[in-house]
């Protein structure tokens, strides 16, 4: 074993820290993408998302050209939807639990021991890998466009930017309540139950409770968080009651602070105080 | 450079830590010795800001961690070295904290040769690494800042004889350099051989603290004489505490008391000198022995948790 070549420890007694320039933000949200495709899980996270988007997309080109259907572009940024409307929320989820489950926090705290940074780093990371994602299937939604125009079907090229920010928003809100249940239960496994639980079963629930309950069904609207998102997320209704102008922003401020603000609050309460062991 | 002042940190209605002070001077390796369970990865905690203490304060020059901009430059902690994404390459792992604290990726290579961590060896998962290669990992993490400081909480634990070696002149030139450095050790061999200064804690307090000449003084003087019978007789009645050891006896007194306490009595001396490295353990033993789980059976179970 060769000596070891060390560079020198800068102080010689005193302990300067007045030359040191904090960790920018932006460094840390770099750090915190990194972070989110450098391990297998991760990885394979985006690349089954990928791949579940282009093989939907490829499917649903064949059955219209086959069946002799015509297609919208915004059909196939639907699909992508639904794919990205599971995924992306995992992603949020494991951007916080798995530095908690694998104990990675500890060198992440004691690098950046401000807390609430580590977190807005996250946050950031996490909202551009949203983006990005966005961006690709709108992509992927344009390839399988031309692929079924190819095929002889008819197609409808008519990208409507309303419902393409609508679409944007409502995967980036879909990952930020995956992020927000992060915070919450701190493990992957828990967190991930607890969205689709809150993803399948609270609209039911929500809904039968208001077939049961008569007086419900004017609650409801107030805290159903997916269903005051619906003008912005399902491309298959009327003209109009799609669109930003449709949206009850009332019901959605309510719901999401429900569902959304409130689960994020406190979780990152608890990430703040939380005893890293 | 790192002051424990008053330490206190509550689990519930245990005291894990129990008014602790003690301090880390920059140019020299201070030993953090106790067995497990009795405070000394709690205390390393609080210094690196991950728990929350309920008195006192832990502070690296005056500063609590959060104080530090981009702390990674100024002190190297190494808590767990199996605290690593399983699923990250030793690199990468490296790769993220030099990419946090800003600094090139070629730092990166010079600390994976530093702690003698092949090319291939950096390329597998840390999953696949043993404990004595997580900790060269874990070293390499803690000085890649290049920091004035380091804390190391059992840093020894998984490396071969050869390993310890080599942390060993490690922790030394680091701190021949200036650095201060605290390493944790349940094993007092291990912190005798580096250490220069030494805090003994046992059940949350410190039981014992001092440079390690003060501390192998307090352990007394082993004697072997002509007539160790009558040199015993003869000490007891100077005053000096003395029990038998091996071949002699240890006096609990300086060697010149028992040297002269020898010629007053008329005895030749065959042996005289500090009591050493079985005294220190003597020592050790005594100091934390109600604190042992070996001795006390009624111990709470719960006690390793907090370890």
Known sequence: MTTPTLAPPVATGGFDISGTAPV?????????????????SGRWLLIIQALLI??????????????????????????????MGILLPVMGIMAITSEWSQRTNMATFTLEPRRSRVVAAKLIASVAAAIVSVVLAIAVGYLATGAAAALGV??????????????????????????????LILNTPGAIVCFFAYFTLVPVILAVAGELMGWFESVRPWIDFADAQLPLSDFGQDADELGFAAMHWGHFTVSGLIWFVLPLGAGIARMLRAEVK | MIAVERLTKRYGGFTAVDDVSFVARAGQVTGFLGP????????????????????????????????????GR???????????????????????????????????????????????????????????????????????????VLILDEPANGLDPAGI??????LRGYAERGGAVLLSSHLLHEVEQIADEMAVIGRGQIVASGTKAELLAAAGTFVHSADDARLAAALSSAGVTVTPSGTGLVADAEAAQVGEAALAAGIALVELRPSGTSGLEDLFLELTADTQRDAATAAPTNEGAFA
């Open chain 2, 36 to 71: 497990n369970g009795a405070g000394k990865t709690t205390t390393m905690r609080v210094l690196a800001g991950l728990t929350r203490a309920d008195q006192g304060s832990a502070t690296v020059g005056g500063y609590q961690l959060h104080e530090i901009p981009n702390p």
């Open chain 1, 24 to 40: 920018p933000l932006g460094r840390l949200a770099r750090v915190e993408l990194r972070k989110l495709v450098d391990t297998r």
């Open chain 2, 74 to 148: 100024h002190v190297g902690i190494l808590l767990d070295a199996s605290a690593q994404h399983a699923g990250r390459t030793g690199r990468e792992v490296l790769t993220l904290a030099a990419r946090t604290m800003g600094l090139p990726d070629s730092r990166v290579d010079e600390m994976l040769a530093l702690v003698s961590l092949d090319e291939a060896e950096s390329r597998r998962r840390v999953r696949n690494y043993s404990l004595g290669m997580r900790q060269r990992l874990g070293i390499a993490h803690a000085l890649l800042g290049e920091p004035q």
């Open chain 1, 154 to 183: 008819d197609v409808n090229w008519n990208a409507d930017l309303e419902m393409l920010a609508a679409f944007t928003l409502v995967q980036v809100l879909g990952l930020l309540t995956g992020f927000a249940l992060g915070t």
């Open chain 1, 54 to 83: 282009v093989v939907a997309s490829a499917i649903v080109v064949i059955v219209a050209a086959v069946n002799d259907e015509s297609m919208r572009l915004m059909d196939f940024t639907g699909l992508a939807g639904a794919v």
């Open chain 2, 165 to 170: 070696r080599w942390m060993r002149g490690l």
